[in-house]
């Protein structure tokens, strides 16, 4: 399983966000510029970090975004969930699969799907970001700065 780009790019933003001080905004530029990404897609991915209150987005020239103080206790595997958006790994149905009503796989990747769920749960945004991962950041952060 490879999780989609949106997905990944969402994560990518909630860690980046963890390690600015609550109430210092981050713009989309700086996020864009550090990791390389296209703008355009980018405001779709913050568009509905902020749509679920993960971030506070706020507009105009003194505008950025700040992660939402409760977001560093967000579930891994729930942040997954939400923004991969996908409640099956397979379609039997578009096209017809000539097994369909004989084969257990669908059942076997949906067990597998919810167990990774699961096992992801383990985790909060706030323990991904800890140690290496979350210096790593700061640094990013002044590097951005200077």
Request: hydrophobic share 40%; with cysteine; net charge positive.
């Amino acid at each position: 399983m490879q999780l989609n780009k949106f997905t990944d790019i969402g994560l990518r933003v909630l860690m980046y966000l963890s390690q600015s001080r609550f109430g210092q905004q981050v713009t989309i530029d700086e996020i864009a510029t550090t990791f390389d990404l296209p703008r355009n897609h980018l405001i779709k991915v913050i568009t509905r970090l902020n749509k679920l209150g993960w971030i506070k987005a706020t507009r105009g020239r003194n505008g950025g975004l700040e992660l939402n103080p409760e977001s560093l206790n967000l579930r891994i595997g729930n942040i997954l969930r939400e923004l991969e958006n996908t409640t099956e790994l397979i379609n039997c149905e578009k096209p017809v699969c000539q097994f369909h009503g004989n084969c257990l796989l669908k059942d076997a990747l949906q067990t597998g799907l919810e167990s990774f769920y699961t096992h992801m749960n383990q985790h909060r945004l706030l323990d991904i970001v800890n140690n290496n991962t979350r210096d790593k950041i700061i640094f990013m952060h002044k590097a951005h700065a200077a």
